[in-house]
């Protein structure tokens, strides 16, 4: 097969994963009921679920799918393995396919990963242009947000940790990547909070460091133990930089403290990244 044919059937197959990813393609018309963790609304609803399940039923309101929304990344899927929308896929995709056009060293790594759309993606961008060294890696709790330090007023006052949509078990994203066809022995797990996981995690190098934890915390945690090992000329994406400010009051600390002066580039509303220079 020629080179250029190549090309134009990785980015055909990327382009329509991105569609699936974000169900742009197969929008959803219902969002299950589930009402916030510790909230009297959610106690009161547990014996009714409890009743629907054992009748193998569900509750459900109507969901308005807007598609310029899903592009964007403005929403919150009811099914859809990512929430980024077509956009940020689309940035991901040019940084990924610039280190392997530069055959950058080091893995690909996600920290908070939902349901797993954005590192399915990347392991899909590797399968594509036929990578067969570099590992995905895959962090998260796989149960949700930890609830946030009193002291950081801003991610206690969001409650992020209180969404279950926000929850996807380990079980469950695995069998995302399995849906694709893309869970291997190059797809690496790390369960359980960033602070016990990622300061011990064997990754030797990384080129591409995705963060989107979301909290003051997760993020500083995954900066600590990670950017230290991304590579000269490799990507840092920051997702909610731009509207949680937990998050970006960490990335701001931590690039003042490390003396990290590379301009700071918007990707769209809500998510930025910089290229490390030294």
């Given at each position: 097969?020629?080179?250029?044919?190549?090309?134009?059937?990785?980015?055909?197959?990327?382009?329509?994963?991105?569609?699936?990813?974000?169900?742009?393609?197969?929008?959803?018309?219902?969002r299950p009921?589930?009402?916030?963790?510790?909230?009297?609304?959610?106690?009161?609803?547990?014996?009714?679920?409890?009743?629907?399940?054992?009748?193998?039923?569900?509750?459900?309101?109507?969901?308005?799918?807007?598609?310029?929304?899903?592009?964007?990344?403005?929403?919150?899927?009811?099914?859809?393995?990512?929430?980024?929308g077509?956009?940020?896929?689309?940035?991901?995709?040019?940084?990924?396919?610039?280190?392997?056009?530069?055959?950058?060293?080091?893995?690909?790594?996600?920290?908070?990963?939902?349901?797993?759309?954005?590192?399915?993606?990347?392991?899909?961008?590797?399968?594509?242009?036929?990578?067969?060294?570099?590992?995905?890696?895959?962090?998260?709790?796989?149960?949700?947000?930890?609830?946030?330090?009193?002291?950081q007023?801003?991610?206690?006052?969001?409650?992020?940790?209180?969404?279950?949509?926000?929850?996807?078990?380990?079980?469950?994203?695995?069998?995302?990547?399995?849906?694709?066809?893309?869970?291997?022995d190059?797809?690496?797990?790390?369960?359980?909070?960033?602070?016990?996981?990622?300061?011990s995690?064997?990754?030797?190098?990384?080129?591409?460091?995705?963060?989107?934890?979301?909290?003051?915390?997760?993020?500083?945690?995954a900066?600590?133990?990670?950017?230290?090992?991304?590579?000269?000329?490799?990507?840092?994406?920051?997702?909610?930089?731009?509207?949680v400010?937990?998050?970006?009051?960490?990335?701001?600390?931590?690039?003042?403290?490390?003396?990290?002066?590379?301009?700071?580039?918007?990707?769209?509303?809500?998510?930025?990244?910089?290229?490390?220079?030294?």
């Open positions: 097969m020629k080179t250029d044919t190549r090309e134009r059937a990785a980015r055909l197959y990327l382009d329509l994963l991105k569609k699936v990813l974000t169900r742009l393609i197969l929008p959803e018309t219902f009921v589930d009402p916030h963790k510790g909230t009297a609304k959610r106690a009161m609803f547990a014996p009714f679920r409890k009743l629907l399940d054992s009748a193998g039923l569900e509750l459900v309101r109507r969901f308005e799918f807007d598609s310029e929304r899903r592009v964007e990344g403005l929403d919150w899927p009811p099914d859809a393995e990512t929430m980024l077509i956009n940020r896929l689309d940035h991901l995709e040019e940084c990924v396919t610039d280190v392997l056009r530069r055959d950058l060293p080091g893995d690909l790594i996600e920290t908070g990963v939902w349901r797993g759309g954005a590192t399915i993606f990347m392991r899909a961008v590797l399968e594509a242009y036929g990578d067969r060294e570099r590992t995905v890696w895959v962090a998260d709790s796989f149960r949700g947000l930890p609830k946030p330090d009193r002291r007023q801003d991610d206690v006052k969001d409650a992020y940790w209180r969404k279950p949509l926000l929850a996807a078990s380990l079980k469950d994203v695995r069998a995302n990547f399995a849906r694709y066809g893309l869970l291997d190059r797809v690496r797990f790390l369960p359980g909070w960033f602070r016990d996981t990622l300061p995690a064997p990754i030797e190098r990384l080129a591409v460091l995705r963060l989107d934890g979301d909290l003051y915390e997760s993020t500083m945690d900066l600590e133990a990670l950017y230290p090992k991304l590579s000269v000329g490799g990507y840092a994406i920051i997702d909610d930089y731009s509207i400010p937990g998050c970006k009051r960490a990335v701001d600390e931590y690039r003042a403290r490390n003396g990290i002066d590379e301009e700071i580039v918007t990707v769209d509303w809500g998510c930025v990244y910089w290229q490390r220079e030294r």
